[in-house]
């Protein structure tokens, strides 16, 4: 018997739950199911898996492989990142294709090395909602969102997530001391929710439109890296627009940062506020308060009013008898059917990475159907998984 991993539990948490179960510990699981874990076995685990670990926890418990795969860093691939393994232009690649505050293509190349998003070497942050953990019996479960700084409150509760002060899925600390759970502001919890939402269901509502996860995911990526860059990279109208979100989110341009270094670099304060930053840059897009100069930033403008149809699509021009539709016909009416309809959206998606394996690739054809408007739920998140096996083969 061992007990059902819960909705966005990270991998060392379950095992760690199990282990408890037999009055055991995570390393002494590891070795009866055949993996020698080392001292940092948590980290491992929630960034990769050993190889052939998740078929045996599979094969032991019943639970699938795509739900395994998604309780570490590794199951998000190619989303939240490109790659696992860093790459050297992978900074660029990852926050550079889209913009929002600063006019696109623009940006000075950025080489550094090392570089994955979102996540800190050569461990993960222990953080935890002081709610979520209370209202849950010992030994707590953990959520992989905890340990990855692209959120900073937990939008159920409405609070902070805080230090735990003991190793990352342990609370011992908190069971003598739990923190008092502090409010979040309201944009925020928004943006929170946003990432909250592209974990769970793989998309996030925008005003304007639903964006794919990957997508949301290097959104808000590149307005962290628009907040953080030196103010002198840019003409004076977009600095000044930077300085007014930094003010308006109650902090120094920049957090008072003399020296640049990724998000994933810096120390934990300036995190903090930078995502607040962010979160500010984003209200002040939605409000109308602030016009952003990139070509991305129209997808936080209000929705436009448009004629209300009956939800009836205009048919297609159909070519006369006798003749072959041309090829732009032919393309326009995949992409009018694949708008509609989730199947031809997944056969066109399929047909457009037919053969193409690179992450770069892939994001290309995202962009693709993004631009076009086709909506990307088809691939929703249990199929992440099973996309990133299938273009790795
Ligand atoms: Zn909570």
């Not at 600063?102 to 000075?108: F, L, S, Y």
């Not at 539709?325 to 509609?340: D, K, M, Q, T």
């Not at 031809?344 to 047909?351: G, I, P, Q, S």
């Amino acid at each position: 018997m061992h007990p059902a991993p819960i909705d966005g539990e990270v991998l060392s948490s379950w095992l760690h739950r199990i282990a408890a179960c037999y009055s055991t510990d995570l390393n002494l699981l590891g070795d009866d199911i055949g993996f020698t874990l080392g001292r940092s076995a948590p980290d491992d685990i929630d960034v990769a898996p050993p190889h052939g670990m998740i078929d045996v926890l599979t094969e032991r418990t019943g639970v699938t492989p795509d739900r395994l795969r998604q309780m570490s860093v590794a199951g998000w691939v190619p989303w939240l990142l490109d790659t696992l393994e860093p790459v050297p232009d992978g900074f660029d690649t990852y926050t550079r294709q889209l913009s929002v505050l600063r006019p696109g293509g623009k940006q000075k190349t950025r080489e550094v090395p090392w570089w994955r998003p979102w996540l800190l070497s050569p461990r993960l942050p222990s953080r935890a909602c002081p709610d979520c953990v209370a209202a849950t019996p010992s030994p707590q479960p953990y959520l992989l969102l905890w340990a990855i700084p692209i959120v900073s409150s937990c939008p159920v509760h409405g609070c902070w997530l805080e230090d735990t002060l003991a190793a990352r899925g342990r609370f011992t600390v908190w069971e003598f001391d739990p923190p008092t759970p502090r409010p979040a502001p309201g944009h925020i919890l928004t943006l929170d929710q946003r990432t909250h939402d592209a974990f769970a269901a793989g998309h996030v509502e925008l005003p304007r439109r639903r964006v794919h996860a990957g997508i949301w995911f290097r959104l808000l990526r590149t307005i962290i890296d628009e907040l953080s860059c030196p103010l002198s990279e840019n003409r004076k109208a977009v600095s000044d627009l930077i300085r007014q979100i930094w003010a308006e989110a109650g902090y120094r341009a920049r957090d008072g940062q003399s020296l640049w270094y990724p998000y994933e670099q810096q120390p934990e304060m300036v995190q903090r506020h930078t995502m607040e930053a962010a979160a500010t840059a984003v209200m002040l897009l939605e409000n109308s308060a602030i016009t952003g100069s990139g070509s991305d930033a129209a997808l936080f403008l209000p929705s436009p009013h448009s004629v209300i149809s009956d939800g009836t699509p205009p048919p297609p021009p159909s070519p006369k008898i006798g003749e072959r539709p041309s090829l732009r016909v032919a393309f326009n009416a995949a992409v009018e059917a694949a708008r509609i309809n989730h199947a031809e959206a997944r056969t066109l998606f399929d047909l457009a990475t037919y053969k193409r394996n690179g992450a770069d690739d892939i994001h290309g054809v995202v962009n693709a159907f993004i631009e076009l408007g086709i909506p990307l739920d088809f691939h929703h998140a249990s199929s992440i998984a099973n996309l990133c096996n299938t273009q790795n083969k």
